[in-house]
């Protein structure tokens, strides 16, 4: 069974940075995207930032230049450097695997993660 697991979030004045991992219970080389999600209150989950193999990573338009997404195969972990936080992106985010060929997806639990202005 594969989990997820998420650390890191915590609160942090804007400006701030924070670095995100998500360790997964098997080898992150079984899965072809991984990526990060969030969720603000009231508001729809949306993709923040993933990574195909091959290389290719993706970025919403809000995070450019100041997130970086990242994955050590070697330590089955995916990460996500946040710099320059804002407080629009307080939000709880989630760390998704996905193995598309056989169409399955994996969530972690979230981690909260809040920006004071």
């Known amino acids: 069974q594969v989990q997820l697991v998420e650390s890191g979030g915590g609160l942090v004045q804007a400006g701030g940075s924070l670095r995100l991992s998500c360790a997964a219970s098997?080898?992150?080389?079984?899965?072809?995207?991984a990526g990060w999600y969030r969720q603000a209150p009231g508001k729809q989950r949306e993709l923040v930032a993933r990574?195909?193999?091959?290389?290719?990573?993706n970025y919403a338009d809000s995070v450019k230049d100041r997130f970086t997404i990242s994955r050590d195969n070697a330590k089955n972990t995916v990460f996500l450097q946040m710099d320059s936080l804002k407080p629009e992106d307080t939000a709880v985010y989630y760390c998704?695997?996905?193995?598309?060929?056989?169409?399955?997806?994996?969530w972690g639990q979230g981690t909260q993660v809040t920006v004071s202005s």
């Open positions: 098997v080898s992150t080389n079984t899965f072809n995207v």
């Open positions: 990574t195909i193999s091959g290389g290719s990573t």
């Open positions: 998704n695997m996905q193995r598309t060929w056989a169409g399955l997806t994996y």
